[in-house]
Each structure stands twice: as C-alpha cells, then as structure tokens.
C-alpha cells in the first residue's frame, strides 16, 4: 500500500458540496462523450459465466470474484474486472452499424488490486466500443479518437468551473503522443512508471501508445495487457500530470481491439493459446465480430482530476485499511 499525504490539503468542497460534483460530471461527462463518439448508452451485465471467456483478465493473475448459483449447477459465474470484450460480442448482437457504438456504466470488483491515491478494489468506468472498418485500424484512426476523448474532458473543466469555481482542477490545453518505446529509449534506466512520471510532467497530458509487447532494450513489457482485446501495437494510455499530488494520473486504457492475426500472435506471446478455444476468441477468430476501437474512462478517476481530490475515496464510496483512514483524517482528506 502506498499513499501520498499532500501538505496543508483544502478539499474546497464539503462531502455534499462534492457529492452534487460528482453527480453532475458524470451525467454531463457521458451525455457529451456518447455524442462526440456517436455512442448510445446500453445495460451491461455486472457477472459473466467464466466458461464464455467474455470477463477480462487484466495482467492475467488477478483472481475475479466468482460464485455459483442454484440454478446453474456447477457453472462459475464472475464479477467481471472490465467488459472489454463483452462489449465488442454486444455490438454484433444488436446489430449495430459502422462507425456506431454503445457505452455502459461498468462497476467492478477488482479484489487484488493495490491500494493507494488512485486504486481501490471497487471500479467505476464508463466502457466503451465503436464499430470500425478494417482499414481504419490504423494509428491515425486511434489518435483521432484520443483527441475527441481529451476534447470532451477538457470541456468538462469549463463546465465544472462554472459550477463550482472554487473546486476546478485546471487542466492543459493539449495532448501529446509518445510511444513505450520512446520512453524507454530516452530513459532506460527509469522503471516503466517513472518513464510515465517524467513525460507527463514534462508534457502536462500524454497518450503513451504501444502497451503490451516486449520492449527492445530490456526485453520486458512496459505493462500488462490482456492478449485477447487492446492490439498491442494500437492501444495506449491518457495520463494527465496531476499537480495536486506531483505524479501521473491515468484517466483512460484504450485502443483498436485485435483481429485475427493481432489475436493468434498475441495469445501465442502471453502463452494463453489455449484461450482461443473459448467462445468468444472463437467467434473473433471467425471473422464473426465486427472490428472495434474502444475503452474505458475512469469515472471517479475523472472526478478526482476534475476536482483537484487527493484520493479517489473522496470521490467513491469503498473499504480502505484503518491506518489509511486514519491517515486520511488527519490530512483533512475526507473519504467516503
């Protein structure tokens, strides 16, 4: 577990000051991206059967939370920790049209996940997926879409600003693009993060791109990606330089999701060949799903960097250890 303590923290907001915040930057924030990406919102499952290969296994050794239920005997049913590939099978299921696509309110229990500022087990995001056509699976097509994104958040700063002046966290004006491999060409000696670190305080917001394949210097990845959605080599991250705390803050993982050939070479290199017997991997494999761009944008994340928060237990509600409560108090940061 590791927490920053800002000095001398002024929340600038009550907890019902901050709770009317939240409420209006999430309504505002998915009304303004479901028009700027053409996006209808649509209801999404909360648990998925494990035996589809629909939930998404992040770096590939979180453990999702599972149960069983009467009525399905000796069928595993799992909390999904994103609906990264759900969301690609429901745009073929209910027929939508190129360049159309649907977002859903995605709430998650992510058990393993270490806490601190920014990460709890409980995940908020707004998932989202749009049909492309296989031509435009392209780093143009995916830098378009980055900036219509950032475009819709840094419209949210003058529309937060004018409700609650006294709160806004201003934001730059641009984002800047930069690859993994850049990163680590330019500091080797730097750990993946501390490479994020570096550029996002020298750029202010930055799309890392090329998330999920080895790295030619030392051999490694620069993060964990799941092999079977984002293609490695079209996907990437918005960070934001998060002054408040004096380090990276990253408000959405996104990409061009795998065809074919992304998903043999990837499921191959991750050693999860055995995946593409799974119900899902086998319809993609069949060229019976359409190609997509899509991800996920952190809505408490979002609130926090809107609203200058030094925690993301300021801007949802979930279990956090005694001492960082205690912690937290004392700061004059108010969890929920």
């Known amino acids: 577990m590791s927490l920053i303590i800002p000095e001398h923290y002024d929340p600038k907001l009550s907890v019902r000051e901050t709770e009317a915040a939240i ?18 919102r649509m209801s999404a499952p909360m648990f998925v059967e494990k035996k589809t290969g629909l939930n998404d296994n992040l770096n590939g050794v979180e453990q999702p939370v599972s149960f069983t239920m009467k009525e399905l005997p000796g069928e595993t049913i799992e909390v ?25 309110n995605m709430n998650a229990i992510r058990k393993d996940e270490d806490l601190d500022n920014f990460h709890s087990i409980y995940v908020d995001q707004w998932d989202w997926e749009k049909v492309i056509a296989k031509e435009e699976r ?30 806004v966290h201003h934001l730059p004006d641009e984002i800047h693009f930069v690859t993994t491999q850049e990163l680590e060409d330019r500091w080797p000696d730097l750990t993946p993060m501390e490479r994020e670190d570096r550029i996002a305080k020298e750029l202010g917001c930055v799309f890392v791109m090329k998330i999920g394949d080895k790295l030619r210097r ?8 799941a092999p079977d959605y984002d293609d490695w080599s079209l996907n990437g991250d ?37 995946r593409a017997e799974l119900p899902f991997h086998k319809m993609l494999l069949n060229h019976e799903l359409p190609y997509t761009i899509g991800g996920g944008i952190g809505q408490s994340r979002l609130c926090m960097l809107l ?14 250890p005694e001492d960082m409560r205690e912690k937290c108090e004392k700061a004059g940061i108010q969890l929920l």
């Open 218 to 225: 030392s051999g490694k990845p620069h993060d964990g990606r």
């Open 80 to 104: 999904v920790h994103s609906l990264a590939k759900w969301k690609r099978y429901a745009l073929k299921k209910y027929g939508f049209g190129m360049h159309e696509g649907l977002y859903t």
């Open 138 to 167: 392209t780093e143009e097509t995916l830098k378009a879409t980055v900036k219509k994104i950032f475009k819709v958040i840094k419209h949210m700063e003058h529309e937060v600003w004018y409700k609650f002046p006294q709160a």
């Open 238 to 274: 918005i960070i934001f330089w998060y002054e408040p705390l004096d380090c990276k803050l990253e408000v959405s993982s996104m990409g061009i999701r795998v065809d074919e050939d992304a998903m043999r070479y990837q499921l191959k290199e991750a050693g999860e060949e055995a």
């Open 23 to 40: 409420r209006y930057i999430r309504e505002t924030f998915q009304d303004e991206i479901g028009r700027e990406l053409n996006l209808q």
């Open 307 to 320: 609203l200058g928060k030094a925690h993301v237990g300021e801007v949802q509600a979930s279990i956090w």
